[in-house]
């Protein structure tokens, strides 16, 4: 018998983030296997396409059977820390108040996506209300990360949010978390019972990846015919690290068809680009965001995908691009943290390389490696996609994750 399931999250498509996408890959699947499902998500506003930008929401709609509540909030993305703290402070009783007013079922399962922490809030009021499962969907440790950045210096905040994740924690019923350094961290750091912990990998449905086509449609587009491409896809911003990445274009200056691609926008953007002006260089390319649609075709014109997470953060992070790249069959060029799994899930499946993002002068020697076999790249993608299909696939994840609700 299917369940009222709830599920509740900052962002979910229009928006293009890899958090939205997870969320509507989990939205579907659960209706598809029969569960009533609504979704509590903010108004759209960001990483938008072309076609929808302007384009004006409802506040309630269903879509493929779905039910979605749409929430206008405080701008909470693109702006400063402290405007984004006080919207997200906001954020869980702006929503909670919409889903009183909309939702009269009964609601047997809440999920809610972290970040941002403050909705896990909302979710334990439904709790409470609604008599629901609680389901933490944790994928960072807030505020541990904006620590390590240095974005969260003031001691009375650090520990109204500890506090504040302490709670989330505990009230939660169960914590599904993204890897095993993920739930490691929350038994030896948090001291959380190991019974209310499941892992659950990022998940993907690869069908358009499978049947999009390398076309040379965003070569063409782009100006980067005959080009080796690195690309990054996704948010620009501080946890990403990507200075690093500049660093390593300027010392492959020297070599003409090296070529790093981004395509997205975040909070770093700006700075990014007055790197690449600073350094005078011509081998880096800004691209904004495309849609969830023409993504694969996107990556499939590219020769390598890049993940890069900087050394600043102590936290576990395993990046929802790695799931991406491997069901586009792209081989990967890794920069991460010591706690990321992702270099477990690059060296296990031998789908690229990776590295402790610490050292510009290997960097640029990994880079240049890829770039020199350029006859291992098809080897290295297949291991990747074989890898995608056996552990990461949304068949594979999110059946595990229905039978927890």
């Known amino acids: 018998m299917g369940k009222n399931v709830l599920i509740i999250t900052d962002s979910y498509p229009p928006e293009i983030r890899s958090a939205?996408?997870?969320?509507?890959?989990?939205?579907?699947?659960?209706?598809?296997?029969?569960?009533?499902?609504?979704?509590?998500?903010?108004?759209?506003?960001?990483?938008?396409d072309k076609e929808t930008i302007n384009k004006i929401w409802p506040e309630i709609s269903e879509e493929q059977g779905i039910k979605i509540l749409r929430i206008k909030t405080l701008p909470h993305h693109k702006v400063n820390f402290i405007v984004r703290g006080?919207?997200?402070?906001?954020?869980?009783?702006?929503?909670?108040?919409?889903?009183?007013?909309?939702?009269?079922?009964?609601?047997?399962?809440?999920?809610?996506?972290?970040?941002?922490?403050?909705?896990?809030?909302?979710?334990?009021?439904?709790?409470?209300i609604y008599g629901a499962k609680y389901i933490l969907n944790l994928h960072d440790f807030f505020p541990q990360n904006a620590i390590d950045l240095g974005i969260l210096k003031n001691k009375l905040l650090i520990k109204f949010f500890e506090r504040m994740a302490k709670n989330a924690y505990q009230r939660a019923d169960l914590i599904v978390v993204p890897s095993h350094e993920h739930k490691k961290y929350l038994l030896e750091r948090k001291e959380v019972n190991d019974s209310k912990i499941e892992v659950v990998y990022h998940w993907?449905?690869?069908?358009?990846?499978?049947?999009a086509k390398k076309t040379g449609k965003f070569r063409k587009l782009y100006g980067l015919e005959n080009k080796f491409i690195f690309v990054f896809g996704g948010v620009l911003g501080p946890s990403q690290g990507l200075e690093y990445l500049i660093k390593i274009a300027e010392k492959v200056r020297d070599f003409k068809d090296i070529v790093f691609l981004f395509v997205g926008d975040g909070t770093e953007k700006s700075k990014l680009e007055k790197m690449v002006n600073d350094y005078n260089l011509e081998?880096?390319?800004?691209?904004?965001?495309v849609s969830y649609e023409e993504y694969p075709?996107?990556?499939?014109?590219?020769?390598?995908?890049?993940?890069?997470?900087?050394?600043?953060?102590?936290?576990?992070a395993v990046p929802a691009k790695i799931?991406?790249?491997l069901a586009a069959g792209l081989p990967i060029i890794a920069f991460l943290n010591k706690k990321s799994e992702a270099l477990l899930i690059i060296n296990q499946s031998q789908c690229g390389y990776g590295i402790i993002s610490e050292d510009e002068e290997k960097g640029k020697e990994l880079v240049l490696k890829m770039y020199h076999e350029k006859d291992k790249l098809k080897e290295l993608g297949d291991n990747g996609f074989k890898y995608f299909v056996n552990n990461l696939s949304s068949d594979v994840c999110l059946n595990k994750f229905e039978q927890l609700i």
């Open 86 to 128: 006080i919207a997200q402070l906001f954020m869980p009783y702006i929503f909670l108040y919409k889903i009183k007013n909309h939702i009269k079922d009964k609601i047997d399962t809440v999920i809610v996506h972290s970040p941002p922490l403050p909705l896990s809030i909302t979710a334990y009021q439904v709790k409470k």
């Open 283 to 289: 081998n880096v390319i800004f691209k904004p965001f």
């Open 204 to 211: 993907l449905n690869a069908k358009i990846f499978i049947q």
């Open 20 to 48: 939205a996408q997870l969320m509507e890959d989990l939205a579907q699947f659960l209706q598809q296997k029969g569960h009533r499902v609504w979704v509590a998500t903010s108004y759209p506003r960001y990483n938008l």
């Open 297 to 316: 075709e996107l990556l499939k014109d590219c020769d390598v995908g890049v993940i890069s997470l900087t050394t600043k953060n102590t936290t576990p």
């Open 323 to 325: 799931s991406t790249y």
